[in-house]
């Protein structure tokens, strides 16, 4: 089995009733013991990377690593994910084979959030993918992006909503 998107994972955990565990990964340890794990579970599997993973270990990297564990496990359902991505990191991520990704335009003036936004939904159309987008944020610094815990504003996620994303992460 191939990588598969995030948006087949969910359709599938609301319709049976079940969660899907996401894990930030960045080097082969991780990939392995988390994916091991899924296996014995029989459990599909968000495998995720932060702006800091792929400075640890870059996005084709991780992309290889995750092959690795497919051909160990054929038939464990596995999404690569992009976590909090830049629009540039976003790009790289799309290039390098992730199956879905999530850009953090949090910190833009909304104009620009759904500029970019709008843009990133053709893009990982074209490639099959999945896309989350962020509107608001919660309080604290993730890689480098730093919110004071502001609400989303409902008709900004209802703009980014429309756009076609996947997933929206609304700071509340």
């Known amino acids: 089995m191939a990588l598969v998107t995030t948006t087949e994972m969910f359709k599938k955990a609301y319709d049976?009733?079940?969660?899907?565990g996401a894990f930030n990964v960045n080097n082969m340890e991780i990939?392995?013991?988390?994916?091991?794990a899924?296996?014995?579970?029989?459990?599909?599997?968000?495998?995720q990377a932060s702006a800091g993973a792929r400075k640890y270990t870059n996005s084709v990297?991780?992309?290889k690593l995750v092959e690795a564990a497919l051909e160990m496990y054929p038939e464990l359902p596995v999404a690569l994910h992009l976590d909090h991505g830049s629009y540039e990191?976003?790009?790289k991520c799309v290039e390098a084979g992730f199956t879905s990704i999530m850009f953090d335009g949090s910190?833009?003036?909304?104009?620009e959030n759904v500029a970019k936004t709008k843009e990133l939904v053709k893009i990982v159309a074209d490639h099959g993918m999945s896309l989350e987008a962020e509107v608001g944020s919660i309080g604290g610094e993730e890689d480098g992006v730093v919110g004071m815990g502001e609400c989303a504003d409902p008709e900004e996620c209802a703009s980014i909503a429309a756009l076609g994303v996947d997933m929206l992460a609304a700071g509340i």
């Open 38 to 47: 899924a296996w014995e579970l029989k459990a599909p599997v968000i495998l």
């Open 89 to 91: 990191g976003c790009l």
């Open 16 to 20: 049976g009733g079940y969660a899907i």
């Open 31 to 36: 990939v392995q013991g988390i994916t091991d």
């Open 61 to 63: 990297y991780l992309v």
């Open 107 to 111: 910190h833009y003036p909304i104009e």
